[in-house]
């Protein structure tokens, strides 16, 4: 498993058991082996959702653990494969049968990768128009999908309680609103003392997935 990743799977789970009280344990090193296997994408995808399957009370990360499958796939895997494997018919078929897994946290962490190697820090608003383009005519659907965030951008000048009350007014048609609070959250704060952890927390309305995926970002932010 690349090594930022699995920072970010232990700080995510380490945040929901210190929340729920559940031990994570066993489920940690079933992820592990899922992710250091060296099995075909679409194998470790069977393994991933068998683990989760095994654990009903992670059942709400599991889409979002995929997406962590998918940059390690882009990370570590493909690298062992041809070059331009992204182009053959068989990825091709793979993107046909996960077209409806993941979230769009996949575009968070691909863009902390960028901002790794580009060495600047995660902003919100780089997020949205230089990375989505949400503001080019040929990135509508990015426009769409993001429209909240890009909507509540001056919350970035205010403080967690706003981001939490602008959060519960979302509506339920929100493609983003599961994921609105704790990305916000990171975006502004990416490098959190643990009092502010604590008050992105004590600010959440499901402390168990919000924690774990701002707990998450953070740890992937600090790279290896």
Known sequence: MEKQIEK???????????ISGKSVAEFQDKISAVFDSEKGFMEKVADLDAAFDDEPSLENLR?????????????????????????????????????????ELLNVLLYIQECEDEDIQPELEDFLKEFLLVDEDEFQDE?????DMIA??????????????VAAGLSDESEIKDLFYPVMCFF????????????????????????????MLVAFNEGE
């Open 152 to 165: 509540n951008q001056v919350l970035m000048e205010s403080n967690v309680e706003e981001i939490s009350k």
């Open 188 to 215: 502004l704060q990416t490098t959190p003392e643990e009092d502010e952890i604590q008050e992105v927390i004590n600010y959440s309305e499901d402390p168990e997935f919000d924690a774990a995926i701002y707990s």
């Open 63 to 103: 889409e979002v653990f995929f997406d962590l499958l998918m940059v390690n796939f882009f990370s570590e895997d493909v690298h062992k494969l041809e070059e331009d494997y992204l182009d053959t018919p068989e990825w091709e078929d793979i993107e046909n049968q996960t077209i409806d897994r993941g979230t």
């Open 8 to 18: 970010a799977v232990s700080a995510a789970l380490a945040q929901f058991e210190s």
């Open 143 to 147: 426009h769409r999908i993001y429209e």
